[in-house]
């Protein structure tokens, strides 16, 4: 909104917008804590998942784990396994890089917006506080008698 039409609203209208913006700016902060969990859930599920495809072909060429165990004194399925291991780790790291971006992409739209709120919300407080100024200095004018011709003031007349 402009200065203008903000000057323009009465000043319980400009407590009804501050208290919006308070109110928004409250419900975008738990939006972005809700945020930041998922983006930490998120985290720890790719640290997980990337641990578990860097463990697999180890543990199949080990011959720990049933299967694995099957199968680790044959070498063409060792190479397959170690293939479809490392197919499977670019897959998680492609998915990684994909979340890790969405995430940050999502989080600067929600810190861009939640600053956007905070300075709209500081310029309205300001501008009620301008406003009171105002209507002060109005209601104090209007207190102090007014004389049209100083010189008769003073001489009683």
Do not use: F
Not at 67 to 81: I, L, M, N, T
Not at 97 to 106: L, P
Not at 122 to 134: M, Y
């Amino acid at each position: 909104m402009a200065d203008k039409e903000l000057r323009r609203l009465s000043r319980s209208e400009l407590l009804e917008m501050l208290i919006a913006q308070t109110e928004e700016n409250s419900q975008l902060k738990i939006r972005l804590e809700q945020a930041e969990a998922q983006l930490r859930d998120r985290r720890i599920e790719i640290d997980k998942a990337g641990s578990l495809v860097e463990a697999a072909p180890q543990r199949c060429l080990s011959g720990g784990g049933g299967r694995g165990a099957a199968v680790s004194g044959k070498y063409p399925a060792d190479q397959q396994s170690a293939k479809e291991a490392a197919q499977i780790r670019q897959e998680a790291e492609a998915y990684s890089q994909k979340v890790h971006a969405d995430a940050d992409a999502y989080w600067k739209q929600v810190a861009a917006r939640a600053s956007k709120l905070l300075a709209d919300q500081e310029a309205l407080r300001q501008l009620i506080q301008s406003a009171g100024e105002v209507e002060i200095n109005e209601e104090h004018s209007k207190s102090v008698p007014r004389a049209s011709n100083p010189g008769t003031a003073r001489n009683g007349a």
